[in-house]
Structure formats: structure tokens, C-alpha cells
């Protein structure tokens, strides 16, 4: 994770975000100890830090890092301008760590665990608003996995942790309609038990969840039938208020790296 002290909306690469919506710092702030203090405390997270930087207001949805497997760390190439600059610090501090850093060629886009999530063996990719459907094949290869590439058509989802969410290796929740019907047919297809969410669920980011075992983290305010299909299904569920992180477009998964 990556403390929020430059976190500001400096500019608009995604609807969510407006520059004449501006982020309270102290209750941002506030937030993201309450989202910290969750994880290691209360849930016994091991949970590593980032040192902020001045003038990457994005870098703490770490989640757009890369993607790390095992000892080896995926640098994202983000695909707007504006994130390129966190590109040196994530590789600089995973070389650090003593990982090996895989870069992809310049020309293909990946934003790592915003657009690549596990499911089980399987790895989704998420494509089009910001990692490019090509990667998958790298992906695939890098990794000795098979990489299934799954359309985003609504800009509101643009990544795909803001609709789709592996909760273990047979359940995931999504949002139906932010896929075309191939990728649709996908998840359907791969996943055990795929749990539809709602349009008003999906738009609280009720995908974007992290998981630590049986614990599920979220922002507040998910219909009470979503929070009943969870306990149903064994899982213990938290609720924070993360307003200030959905004004840049992200919640409590973006916020967070997976590192294990
Ligand atoms: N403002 C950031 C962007 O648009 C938000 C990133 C959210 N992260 C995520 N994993 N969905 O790039």
C-alpha cells in the first residue's frame, strides 16, 4: 500500500474523476489508516509500504503497479501520460525488494492487478481502456499460465477490478453488463460460481474488494441482498467508508498490491 499524502485529482483519465471534485486530504487520509488499520490489525495482514511521492497524486491505487507471481514482479505500462511517472518508482522498489522486474515492450499497455486477476489457475485480463488485449499473450507466456482476455465495453468499468472480483478459486462477483457477450460467455464459462451484481452495487465498487482469507474489504453502503449472498457463502464482510478514493475512480482493491 502507498499512503495518500500527494493524493489530489491533478487530472480526468477516467469518468470518475473531475478536477472541480477535489479530495479532502485529512478525510482521505482518514480513510486509508481506517483501510490500514483493518488489514494489520484487525484482519493480521502483512502489509508493505510504499513512500509517497510528490506529484504522482495515483500512486497509492498500487493495485496499477504490476503484477507480481511468485519472486517475479510484471511493471505495468500505464497507458495514460499522467501515470507513466509511477512506472520507475514501482520497478525501482521491487528491484529493491530482490524480485526479478519483466518488463513488456513499450508499445503494449498493462496496468497490472487493475486489469490481471487469478481466478483458481486461470488468469482474466481485462482489455481496452487501458491494458491492451495483446498482453495476454506475454502474460501467458511469462507466467506458463493461460490468460483469458475479457472485453471492457463500459468506460464507468475501465479496469477490470471495478467489475470483476475472484473471491477464491471458484467464486467471483461481477457486473454482467460492462462485458460483450464472447467475454461474458467467459467468466461463465470459467468460473464455478460467477455472483452477478447489481448496476447499483457495481457502481459503489462493490467488485473491488479485497480478500484476506474468508474477510472481505469494501466500501460501505452495498445492498443488503449483496451483503446476505456473501455471509450465505461464508464470508465475513467489512465495510469502509472509501468516498475519497471513488472520486479518482478506485476503492479498496486499487489501494492495495498483492504481494503473496
Ligand atoms: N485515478 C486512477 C486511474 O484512473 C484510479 C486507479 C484505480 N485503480 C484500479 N485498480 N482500478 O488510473
Known amino acids: 500500500m502507498c499512503r495518500p499524502t500527494h493524493y489530489t485529482i491533478a487530472y480526468e483519465i477516467n469518468p470518475w474523476m473531475s478536477r472541480r471534485r477535489q479530495v479532502a486530504p485529512r478525510r482521505a487520509m482518514a480513510q486509508w489508516q481506517a483501510l490500514h488499520g483493518l488489514l494489520t490489525e484487525r484482519l493480521k495482514v502483512a502489509v508493505a509500504l510504499l513512500p509517497p511521492v510528490n506529484g504522482l497524486p495515483d500512486l497509492p491505487f498500487t493495485a496499477n503497479a504490476g503484477l507480481v507471481a511468485g519472486r517475479t514482479f510484471i511493471r505495468s505500462n500505464f497507458r495514460h501520460p499522467e501515470r507513466q511517472g509511477e512506472e520507475p518508482v514501482t520497478e525501482r522498489y521491487f528491484k529493491r525488494l530482490g524480485l526479478r522486474v519483466v518488463t513488456l515492450p513499450r508499445s503494449f499497455n498493462f496496468e497490472g492487478e487493475g486489469d490481471a486477476l487469478w481466478c483458481g489457475e486461470n488468469l482474466f485480463l481485462g482489455f481496452r481502456f487501458r491494458s491492451d488485449a495483446t498482453t495476454h499473450e506475454h502474460l501467458a507466456r511469462i507466467l506458463h499460465c493461460r490468460a483469458l482476455p475479457l472485453e471492457l465495453i463500459d468506460k464507468r468499468f475501465y479496469h477490470l477490478d471495478t467489475c470483476f472480483c475472484p473471491l477464491n478459486a471458484e467464486t467471483a462477483l461481477w457486473f454482467p453488463h460492462a462485458f460483450d457477450r464472447y467475454g461474458r460467455r467467459v467468466i461463465e464459462r470459467y468460473v464455478r460460481e ?40 461464508g464470508f465475513d464482510v467489512h465495510e469502509l467508508d472509501l468516498s475519497e478514493f471513488l472520486k479518482a475512480g478506485g476503492s479498496a482493491k486499487c489501494l492495495a498490491l498483492r504481494l503473496t
Request: aromatic letters at 2%.
Open 194 to 233: 460467477p455472483i452477478a451484481v447489481s448496476e447499483a452495487d457495481a457502481l459503489k465498487f462493490c467488485c473491488n474488494v479485497i480478500v484476506a482469507s474468508r474477510s472481505i474489504v469494501l466500501h460501505r453502503g452495498i445492498s443488503t441482498r449483496l451483503t446476505k449472498t456473501l455471509a450465505k457463502r
